[in-house]
Each structure stands twice: as structure tokens, then as C-alpha cells.
């Protein structure tokens, strides 16, 4: 199982990797500038060859080593001057293809999240009401169990559907009902109805007790999360528009995630680091996604893909967003900054990255301990 998990991270990784490195690529293709390589992972090659020549270049595809990233090598991101280099371009072209890897990885998420709606995306009917005809298989899952309910002690987990339940219909009867495919209210009803007598989901015996409900502390329940489930598949022109709406608001709330995580550095370190995931936290959502299934792993890969984006555009040293706002810099002061000085900054910042990696990492070891 672990080393499933670690392949697929790595595959994941990968795929994530190339394609924000694609948007730099073709972007500054596109503007005939010359790139030199296209790499994934870093350290000693283990693999390369040359493409086709165009305007008399040719780029050297490679694989390196440690498959823990990957980098374009763009001629003129050092300063060098010339037609066909980076810095030899208008600045307004800089920030394009500077943003291009950004706007790739969310560009992947909406093809994703787009094909997901048109083979079958799990969805909220409440959150489709204008699809509810579209809607099929509806059921209710287990969205959280609370840490020593009843329901945690019979072995109930997250993602757990609930296809039937059985109780006594009343407490003064021996008469069971059994409901296939139950919705959230009937499950309510019996469980409340219970008078903490056991009842049975899914086939094992759970018994509910009072107060685990914070606003209604004298009704009987078992301590889980539901939410109604269903599968929306549709066709191309509206899954691709719904696709586009879901990466928005995604894009949207991770943003507004990363700021709050920015903010809370200067307020409480611990909680930022718990609200963190490394390569380790990454890998075991990515194993544990696989194992659900196919959609729901495609759908955290979509995610990270969003996550990767964004996190790049925070201005800071040696990510893309650093580098879009020095050019703003030159934009303003109507000069380039001097090479060894941005070849500094970005060496200071790639080692406060592989710092914040190996303290994150660390975390999520430990508390996998």
C-alpha cells in the first residue's frame, strides 16, 4: 500500500510539474523565445534527447533524478540580452509567460472538473437544483464521525454510504422497520426515536446516546455528518460551463485560504502548520483518494492543481508571483535590476522554500507518529 501511494504521488507530481512548466514553454515559444530545456525533477539527467529544430533551436527534453519538480530553462531569465531572450522582450510579455505556468494548472483543473461532470461528477443536489432530473443515484454519505461517538466505536468512517437502516418502530414494539436507501431525515427520525435503544446501519449495531448534538443535547444520535450525494453527468457545452464555475469559486476560496494562512503566521505558527500539508500529508490524501476511487482522486488532482496555481502567485522570492512583481518593480523604476542581485533574492528564496518544505514535512511526520 505504501509504495502504491508513493507511484501515484509521484505520477501526480509529475503530471502537476509538467503541466505548469508547459504554460511557461509554450508561452515563450509562442513569443520566440528561445528555451533551452524542459526538465522534470531536478539533479543528474537519467534521460534526454533533443526535439525538433525550429528557427535553428532545438530544446533538450530531459528527466532528472529527484522527481520533486521540474523547471523550464529560458534563455535571457538571468539577464542576458538578445531578440530571442526573456529579458530582450517587453515587460508585458515577461509577465505573461511568467504567469502562464499559473494560469496552465487552473486551466487543467477546469478540464478536469469538466470531464468529471461529463462521465459523472459526485455532487450535492442542493447545490444543483437547476440539474435535479440530472441528478441519479442519489444517497447519503458519512461526511465526518465525531472522535468516541457510538458511531466511531462500531466502526463507522468519512465517506461511508448509508444504504440501510433498522430500528424498532416504536420502544413499545417489536416490530422492525428496515429502509433501504434512507434520506438524512429518516435517519434522524429513527435514531432520535430510538430512546437509545441499538439500531442498525448498514448492518452493525449502533447505539445512540444524548448529548453529542451541542443544540439539542436531550436528542439521541450517534455523532456523524451527512451530506445527500448524488451523480450529475452532462453534456459537453454545460459541464464545461459548470467545470469553469466550480474551478472559480475554488480558485476563490483557496485564495482566500492562503491569505488567511499568511495572516496567521504572525498570530499562531502551530495552527498554520496544522492547516499545512507537505509532500508527506500530499501523498497520503493522494493514497487515500486513490482508494476511494478513480473520480475522487482526479478530483483532488484538480485541487492541488489549483493550490499549485495560487500558491505561485504570492509574491514572494523564487515564485512565480515574486518574479511578476519584480518586473513591476523595473516597469516602475523604468529599468532592469542587476542580475546578481535577482540571482541572490532568488537563491535566498529558494532556501527559505526548502526550509518551510523540511519544517512542513517534518510536522507531518510527526503527527503520523
Request: hydrophobic content about 50%; proline content about 4%.
Amino acid at each position: 500500500m505504501i509504495i502504491y501511494t508513493i507511484v501515484i504521488f509521484f505520477i501526480v507530481l509529475g503530471v502537476l510539474v509538467f503541466v505548469h512548466e508547459l504554460g511557461h514553454f509554450v508561452v515563450a515559444r509562442f513569443f520566440g523565445i528561445r528555451v533551452d530545456e524542459f526538465a522534470i525533477g531536478f539533479g543528474p539527467k537519467i534521460w534526454s534527447r533533443f526535439g525538433r529544430e525550429k528557427n535553428g533551436l532545438r530544446v533538450l527534453y530531459s528527466v532528472r533524478a529527484l522527481p520533486l519538480g521540474g523547471f523550464v530553462k529560458i534563455y535571457g531569465e538571468d539577464g542576458e540580452a538578445g531578440s530571442n531572450s526573456f529579458a530582450g522582450k517587453n515587460r508585458g510579455i515577461q509577465v505573461l509567460v511568467l504567469f502562464a505556468g499559473i494560469f496552465f494548472n487552473f486551466l487543467f483543473a477546469w478540464l478536469i472538473l469538466s470531464g468529471l461532470f461529463m462521465i459523472g461528477e459526485p455532487v450535492s443536489p442542493d447545490s444543483y437544483p437547476q440539474y435535479a432530473s440530472s441528478i441519479q443515484n442519489t444517497h447519503v454519505i458519512v461526511d465526518d464521525v465525531v472522535s468516541g461517538s457510538p458511531a466511531e466505536k462500531a466502526g463507522l468512517k468519512a465517506n461511508d454510504t448509508i444504504k440501510t437502516i433498522s430500528a424498532l418502530a416504536t420502544a413499545s414494539t417489536s416490530v422492525s422497520i428496515i429502509i433501504q436507501n434512507p434520506t438524512i431525515e429518516q435517519i434522524q427520525g429513527i435514531t432520535a426515536a430510538s430512546n437509545g435503544k441499538p439500531i442498525l446501519i448498514n448492518g452493525i449495531s449502533v447505539t445512540p446516546v444524548m448529548k453529542i448534538i451541542p443544540d439539542a443535547s436531550s436528542t439521541y444520535a450517534i455523532g456523524i455528518d451527512m451530506e445527500t450525494a448524488g451523480t450529475l453527468r452532462l453534456p459537453p457545452w454545460s459541464a464545461f460551463w459548470e467545470g469553469g464555475k466550480f474551478t472559480v469559486y475554488i480558485v476563490q476560496a483557496t485564495a482566500e485560504g492562503a491569505w488567511g494562512l499568511i495572516v496567521g503566521l504572525f498570530h499562531d505558527n502551530q495552527a498554520v502548520l496544522s492547516q499545512v500539508s507537505g509532500p508527506v500529508g500530499i501523498a497520503s490524501l493522494i493514497g487515500q483518494a486513490a482508494q476511494v476511487g478513480f473520480v475522487n482522486l482526479l478530483m483532488l488532482v484538480a485541487l492541488i492543481s489549483v493550490n499549485l496555481g495560487v500558491i505561485n502567485f504570492i509574491p514572494f522570492l523564487a515564485l512565480d508571483g515574486g518574479r511578476i512583481l519584480f518586473v513591476l518593480i523595473e516597469t516602475i523604476i523604468r529599468r532592469p535590476m542587476k542580475a546578481s542581485a535577482m540571482n541572490m533574492v532568488n537563491t535566498i528564496g529558494y532556501g527559505l522554500l526548502i526550509i518551510l518544505m523540511i519544517v512542513v514535512t517534518w510536522h507531518d511526520i510527526a503527527t503520523r507518529l
